[in-house]
């Protein structure tokens, strides 16, 4: 990665392991917004099978979570000293959006695209990009993604500890369910950081059920718990009971209204 320039106002080194989250999915591209319905995808790839043989995965669609090392708009690299084999992939970022800015050290971000092998001329005649072929010689025809959705992604903890940060942003999470208050309302724990409070979780769309335990990736908005809001904008169901339950928990604290939701990768 010798090639790349690191520029501080657009990337922090990340100081704590970060986790690869891989995803195989059944259609090539799933935006983050929050008028689509939420799905759950059942089939799963692992690090170890990405990061042995990444060429396998040519014209597949994966999400690949992990700490951005350098960017050079409209690419940057995402990285993790902890990965075995492969350490690093080059993604192009074609999502017509900026790559979002990290609101704080030690952040993961999320990408979703396609793994195609790199031709620069093909590449930037098919989505009007400048590159610079010697630049990124080391990069010809091997494997990077095409990045159509690039997220934040924030533990549990961290968003209701810092809401502020990701306040209306669509952003990621993973996390174990640590409670199922209704079909459509369940929280996520926070298994890394300590002290960090269960996030709140509502999946309006709701398709299958969730179950304590089961760990999930969950895509969607950060807003604030408001049950005249959230009534009028989504078709929920709550009894009288639920309902106290959640407002005694939850009032004024940060809910993520999801657009996707995925059984996290098996490792």
């Known amino acids: 990665m010798n090639n790349f320039k690191y520029s501080p106002n657009?990337?922090?080194k990340q100081a704590n392991r970060l986790g690869l989250i891989l995803a195989l999915m059944v259609s090539f591209f799933y935006p983050l917004?929050?008028?689509?319905k939420a799905q759950t995808i059942d089939d799963n790839i692992s690090e170890k099978q990405l990061l042995s043989n990444p060429e396998q995965l040519i014209g597949q669609a994966i999400t690949l979570r992990g700490e951005i090392e350098a960017i050079n708009n409209p690419t940057f690299i995402i990285h993790n000293d902890e990965w075995t084999?492969?350490?690093n992939f080059l993604v192009i970022n074609v999502s017509g959006k900026p790559i979002?800015?990290?609101?704080r050290e030690q952040i993961d971000i999320q990408v979703t695209g396609q793994v195609r092998p790199?031709?620069?001329e093909q590449v930037s005649e098919e989505f009007g990009l400048g590159f610079d072929p010697e630049y990124y010689q080391n990069y010809a025809n091997q494997p990077v993604i095409?990045?159509?959705?690039?997220?934040?992604?924030p533990s549990p903890g961290e968003v209701t500890s810092n809401y502020v940060f990701y306040y209306e942003e669509?952003?990621?999470v993973e996390g174990e369910i640590e409670e199922v208050i209704t079909p459509q309302v369940f929280t996520l724990k926070d298994k890394q950081l300590l002290g960090g409070g269960d996030l709140l979780?509502?999946?309006?769309?709701?398709e299958t059920s969730v179950s304590q335990g089961e760990t999930v990736l969950a895509t969607g908005t950060v807003k604030l718990l408001n049950f005249v809001e959230l009534e009028q904008d989504y078709n929920l169901t709550w009894d009288s009971d639920e309902r106290r339950e959640i407002e005694s928990k939850f009032t004024n604290k940060p809910v993520l209204i999801v657009d996707q939701l995925y059984p996290a990768a098996v490792e």
């Open 10 to 12: 657009y990337w922090q």
């Open 33 to 36: 917004l929050p008028s689509l």
């Open 85 to 87: 084999g492969k350490k």
């Open 100 to 103: 979002p800015l990290l609101p």
């Open 118 to 120: 790199f031709n620069v």
């Open 146 to 153: 095409f990045a159509q959705s690039i997220a934040l992604a």
């Open 170 to 172: 669509a952003i990621a």
């Open 201 to 206: 979780v509502i999946n309006p769309n709701a």
